[in-house]
């Protein structure tokens, strides 16, 4: 069964600082990987994803992420954070387009001032 | 350009009420369409997809029901809810043609059940 996990509930980091924000997964095949973000009391908006190719995929607002095939990993990253990063995150999987997707449990940014 | 719509954005039902809540998506013919539900703004829950009119998977047994009357319409619906049903309600969808993998989620429908 695939499943996703993001090890983390909270993760605070100081303006201007690089973040992480972590992702594991465990699926058998080659996945489609993204990532998401979610701001209060809205829905969940497409960061970046990973097919196939280069193993750093470049997305909305700054974030990149790295597939890390041997690892099972897709850690979200960006090199200088800002207030304005604060959210809640989900990494997510499938095997194909059009799969149901598996969410992970979301990791909570507080970027403070 | 597509879009996804949802509505009403916010709900307040007394138990034993019946609810409705309506998704429609333009721009994209033949999209599989999805309900979840968020609880406490942390994990998503899948509750139904659709993959065609009158098409409809149900993923968690409970007090609600899905329709897809029409290609781009989905409506979750409820006879009697009751307090668990409270929570973020987010209606999504997938591409049909071109399919590129992504998940396009619509602003969601908050539901306070009292």
């Known amino acids: 069964a695939q499943s996703v996990a993001q090890p983390e509930d909270q993760v605070n980091v100081a303006e201007g600082n690089p973040l992480t924000v972590k992702c594991t997964y465990s699926v058998s095949g080659n996945p489609y990987l993204f990532w998401y973000v979610q701001y209060p009391n809205r829905g969940l908006q497409f960061l970046l994803k990973?097919?196939?190719?280069?193993?750093l995929v470049k997305g909305s607002y700054g974030f990149e992420a790295e597939f890390n095939k041997s690892q099972t990993s897709f850690h979200l990253k960006k090199p200088s954070a800002l207030v304005s990063d604060s959210a809640l995150y989900f990494c997510?999987?499938?095997?194909?387009?059009?799969?149901?997707?598996?969410f992970g449990p979301g990791t909570r940014l507080s970027v403070l001032p | 350009s597509q879009t996804i719509h949802q509505w009403p954005a916010t709900l307040v039902q007394p138990v034993g009420s019946p609810l409705s809540l309506e998704c429609t998506v333009e721009?994209?013919?033949?999209?599989?369409l999805y309900w979840y539900r968020q609880a406490a703004g942390r994990g998503l829950q899948l509750l139904f997809y659709?993959?065609?009119?009158?098409?409809i998977s149900s993923e968690v047994p409970q007090n609600l029901s899905a329709s897809r009357p029409q290609d781009r319409q989905f409506i979750l619906s409820s006879k009697k809810l009751l307090l668990s049903d409270s929570g973020f309600y987010l209606c999504a969808y997938t591409q049909g043609a071109y399919n590129t993998g992504e998940l396009f989620f619509g602003e969601g429908s908050r539901l306070t059940v009292l």
């Open positions: 659709s993959v065609g009119i009158g098409q």
């Open positions: 721009g994209t013919s033949n999209p599989n």
């Open positions: 997510a999987v499938i095997l194909t387009a059009g799969q149901n997707f598996v």
């Open positions: 990973y097919i196939t190719g280069d193993n």
